[in-house]
């Protein structure tokens, strides 16, 4: 993915280099707010994001320590941005429901708890080349796509979003396969749908950033978005030793 002048590479979620493809994401964006309300780096509010935790059922947590989008874009545990009129939640787990074809029980409670939000699942993984996306307004799921290297597209409901139309407008079909083409070093170059796939979400990715993750400048940085990272607090029980019977 070719980078304007200003803009800077971005580390993290990736698996290394600066390279065109390779990161991995397991998250979900809302917005209450206009379209790239996140691109104004909102304050993040910690007695929100305990309260969202409590509505989503996923405590008791304790607080780990702050962090940036850098980490919560793809998280070994449970890290919350929660901000004035916009969440992300980042969760290890959210990447294995990217393709499921409606609401997986995660975003469903998300749905419920932000019933007039834009909200965003998204997954990818560069090892298998899985991709996938899906869009909610107020509750209904809009558009998603997806799928992996070995399946192919396993996921494609509703209309191309603005941010899709181009790159599949240029795509060309070809024995039953898609082939996008990208714009590397000057050449175009041939992609098929699995290894576009990662292209497609950060476009999508950007109208709730302000710009994609793997392009941030001087003036746009989402990567640095404040996060909160936690843990889970095990319950302890009391044992008893002695049994009956």
Known sequence: MGRGSGCKPTEGARDGGVSHMGWKASCILVSERSPRHLSAMPT?????????????????????????????????????????????IGH???????????ADPMTARILAAFPQAAVLRVGLHSVV??????????????RAFGG??????????????????????????????RFFFADIDGQMEEFDTSAFGEELT?????????????????EIDPIELPMESFERITV??????FTTG
């Open 202 to 218: 950060f476009e999508i990715m950007g109208r709730w950033l302000g710009c994609r993750p793997d392009r941030t400048s001087d």
């Open 129 to 142: 080349n899985l991709w996938g996306y899906a869009y909610f307004e107020r509750g209904n799921l809009v």
């Open 148 to 177: 992996t290297a070995d399946d192919g597209v396993v996921l494609d409901e509703g209309d191309l979003l603005d941010e899709e139309r181009p790159h599949f407008e240029r795509s060309v079909v070809r024995d039953g396969r």
């Open 236 to 241: 302890k029980r009391w044992w008893w030793p």
């Open 44 to 88: 993040h509010d910690p007695e929100r994001a305990r309260r969202l935790i409590s509505v989503l059922g996923l405590g008791p947590c304790r607080s780990r320590e702050m962090t940036t989008l850098d980490v919560g874009v793809y998280p070994d545990a449970l890290v919350i941005g929660a901000y004035e009129g916009a969440a992300i």
């Open 92 to 102: 290890p787990d959210i990447v294995n429901a990217c393709l499921e074809p409606r």
